[in-house]
């Protein structure tokens, strides 16, 4: 696609704890980032408004979604090493049995995804993102990449290509 818009913003960031499951690696300790997202939209531009996707479009749709991760302990909800449950006001997220942590359920985000790597991260958002593209009737766009960036030089990215004819 010849053309393609972009927006990486300040407030397009979140901070946030977690861990990884993959056992004895370093990054299995709970631990944390200040995330920083960027997405691409590709695709033609649409003759009548002269955009591929408008910029206030894509903004509006990655700001619910940061502000649901943002200062939040990121849990994998769809890893089956990991099992939470809700205790009152407090969430224990269990992994591989021998791992229990607490916290209050205010401060957990548990997302559908198997890992909380920036790779994952990043499909997530491009979900959302196609998504809310469909939901405010943006049909031209053609893909979608989002970045994650979890310390400076270090970013997991995800590409969705988007069918057309949604």
Excluded at 35 to 51: C, I, L, N, Q, R
Excluded at 82 to 90: L, Y
Excluded at 144 to 153: A, D, I, K, Q, T
Aim: aromatic share 6%.
């Amino acid at each position: 696609m010849p053309h393609s818009v972009s927006v990486s913003k300040d407030y397009l960031t979140f901070s946030a704890a977690h861990f990884l499951t993959i056992p004895g690696h370093k990054c299995e300790s709970l631990h944390g980032h200040n995330y920083v997202v960027s997405v691409t939209v590709h695709g033609p531009v649409d003759e009548a408004t002269g955009f591929v996707v408008d910029f206030a479009v894509l903004k509006a749709i990655l700001r619910p979604v940061i502000d649901g991760l943002d200062h939040r302990v990121l849990v994998p909800g769809r890893n089956p090493a990991v099992v939470v449950r809700e205790e009152g006001t407090m969430t224990s997220v269990e992994y591989r049995g021998d791992r229990r942590f607490m916290f209050p359920t205010a401060h957990v985000a548990v997302v559908p995804i198997r890992d909380t790597t920036a790779e994952r991260l990043a499909e997530l958002l491009a979900d959302a993102v196609v998504a809310g593209l469909a939901a405010h009737g943006c049909r031209s766009a053609a893909a979608v990449l989002v970045e994650v960036e979890e310390s400076p030089g270090q970013n997991g990215r995800y590409e969705r290509r988007i069918s057309e004819g949604r």
